[in-house]
């Protein structure tokens, strides 16, 4: 009987070896405002190419968010993942950015995926609703965060949170001086609500995610991949280039892309130095360090950009991750 046992657990390692290689994916929810930097539809692209995160909700979060959620819409629908939720947040203004010419004439009411005209109780549903582990990613001003924590404050309990938000000891291109970074400046109380909330936050601050972008053959070699995922992203890039009079060219790279670094926080943090810091939203918009601050991890500074920036490459050159059912 022992040597039948055996066999039969021998014969398993195999199975048992590919469940532990390929791990179920982590339920996500995205919180964006999609629209005003290209870097949110890069940062949505490589959510889409990840096996290891499984897109369940998107939420358009700052100013004009209807416009912001023609635009999740229509690229949805466009890479083959018009199954997903998209979510109207908060809408303060008609700013919807550069990018909102390229879904102008979109029509909500025909995404397959169905739209959710109150984005904030979406995402508790969907919190709430989740077995197990869950993260949310929040890409932007906030202003549905600081109301799904006065709906919802449970939530707290059941969410992991990765951001692209501050600026800690560097600024914008690397300078020595940290800046009031502008997911922050633009809407302090939200970014207080983000920082102070007791749930687990990982954040890529301007350290790290200010320093990100492609260019030469690494961009050249993606811009000519065939696939719908980086026909699309390279379609909203140059719309976004003309309508907000860019000075970057779309052909020879990419702009600073900060968000994609808070989805691969998500995945992986091996290539960044992390450090917990106390840390806090000051009233002009910036990012401090506080001994009474709840601590927040933080990603500080590369290990390998370059390693980074051809593992960001290389998944969107892969595509759009099939699932089951999709």
């Not at 709430?128 to 109301?147: K, S, T, W």
Request: charged share 25%.
């Amino acid at each position: 009987m022992r040597y039948f046992i055996f066999g039969m657990l021998t014969c398993l390692l195999p199975t048992l070896a590919a469940v532990a290689e390929n791990p179920k994916p982590v339920p996500v929810i995205l919180d964006t405002d999609i629209g005003s930097d290209i870097d949110d539809t890069w940062a949505l692209s490589l959510l889409l190419a990840c096996p290891e995160l499984d897109l369940k909700l998107v939420v358009t979060d700052s100013h004009n968010t209807v416009g912001r959620a023609k635009i999740v819409a229509k690229f949805l629908e466009s890479v083959g993942r018009a199954d997903i939720p998209v979510g109207i947040g908060i809408q303060f203004d008609d700013n919807a950015g550069p990018q909102a010419q390229w879904a102008a004439d979109y029509d909500l009411k025909s995404y397959p995926g169905g739209v959710h005209k109150d984005g904030v109780q979406a995402m508790i549903d969907r919190i709430r609703d989740a077995a197990g582990p869950m993260y949310l990613i929040v890409l932007g001003p906030c202003p549905n965060i600081p109301e799904m924590l006065k709906r919802a404050p449970d939530v707290v309990n059941k969410v992991k949170v990765f951001a692209m938000s501050g600026s800690v000891r560097l600024g914008y291109n690397g300078r020595a001086t940290p800046d009031a970074e502008y997911n922050v400046r633009d809407h302090i109380a939200a970014a207080r609500a983000l920082y102070q909330a007791e749930w687990d936050l990982t954040i890529a601050p301007l350290d790290t995610a200010g320093l990100v972008y492609l260019a030469g053959n690494k961009y050249q070699t993606l811009k000519q991949t065939a696939n719908p995922l980086i026909q699309t992203l390279l379609e909203n890039y140059r719309v976004w280039a003309k309508e907000g009079r860019h000075s970057i060219d779309p052909e020879t790279r990419s702009s600073t892309l900060f968000d994609p670094v808070a989805v691969y926080l998500a995945i992986d943090q091996s290539l960044c130095v992390m450090q917990d810091l106390r840390l806090k939203v000051d009233d002009k918009g910036y990012t401090v360090e506080d001994a009474s601050a709840r601590i927040i991890h933080a990603a500080m500074s590369w290990k390998d950009k370059e390693k980074f920036e051809d593992w960001l490459a290389t998944r969107l050159m892969n595509g759009v991750v099939v699932r089951e059912g999709n």
